[in-house]
């Protein structure tokens, strides 16, 4: 069964300083990895999709590395914002066509 | 740009009432998905649909559960008989394909079973 652990669990930073979020999962066999963003009480928003051939993904001021032979994924935020306060959840996509995820990164940027 | 509709936003019901979640998926996407978050726990798969037939389900989905798409539209939920267990956010997702592409999330349905 797919494990995926989302480390650190919370973490505050200053405005203006880059994020570093890290997931890890058991299975390598995926076919691809998704990063969300959740707001208190609401529902899933996609920042990225890597497929399981790529290395990284970009948007904006996101930046998402996948490493699938040892299992660990990245997401770095870039100049962080106020704005960027959520909790930042992981999920793979394996064999069975499921989204596994993980419990998530959540993020306060103080301004 | 396109989006995955739920309804209603918050159900609240009695314990052994049925209850139906509603969700419009993305007008070309052909593949559905119900996923439920317990209050502090993780986001967890229950099954997914495609072709009108379910095609795979979790253990968490059973008798009691089931799922319908009515028309060319909607994608429902339904909980014959609530528990008090069953109080989560209810999230509809739909894609394009099975594997390769994103997942797209409705803004969920908070049902709380009292």
């Known amino acids: 069964k797919q494990e995926v652990t989302q480390i650190p669990a919370a973490l505050s930073v200053p405005e203006g300083e880059n994020l570093v979020l890290n997931c890890s999962f058991t299975?390598?066999?995926?076919?691809?990895l998704q990063w969300f963003r959740q707001d208190p009480g609401k529902g899933l928003t996609s920042l990225l999709l890597?497929?399981?051939?790529?290395r990284e993904q970009t948007s904006g001021r996101l930046n998402a590395s996948l490493d699938k032979s040892s299992g660990r994924s990245t997401l770095y935020i870039a100049a962080s914002q106020p704005g960027d306060s959520a909790t930042y959840l992981c999920?793979?996509?394996?064999?069975?066509?499921?989204?596994?995820f993980g419990k998530g990164n959540q993020v306060v940027v103080i301004p | 740009e396109p989006e995955v509709t739920q309804t209603p936003s918050h159900q609240v019901t009695q314990m052994g009432q049925e209850v139906i979640l509603r969700c419009v998926p993305i007008?070309?996407?052909?593949?559905f998905y119900w996923y439920r978050q317990i209050l502090g726990q993780k986001v967890e798969f229950l099954v997914s649909?495609?072709?009108?037939?379910?095609?795979?389900k979790s253990e968490i989905f059973d008798d009691q559960f089931s799922v319908e798409r009515p028309d060319g539209s909607n994608f429902t939920l339904k909980i014959r008989s609530t528990k008090l267990e069953d109080s989560a956010m209810y999230f509809c997702a739909s894609s394009e394909t099975p594997t390769g592409r994103e997942l797209f999330f409705g803004s969920g349905t908070q049902l709380s079973v009292l």
């Open positions: 999920a793979v996509r394996g064999g069975n066509n499921r989204l596994a």
């Open positions: 007008s070309n996407h052909l593949y």
């Open positions: 299975d390598s066999a995926i076919y691809n």
């Open positions: 649909f495609y072709n009108n037939e379910i095609s795979e």
């Open positions: 890597i497929q399981s051939s790529q």
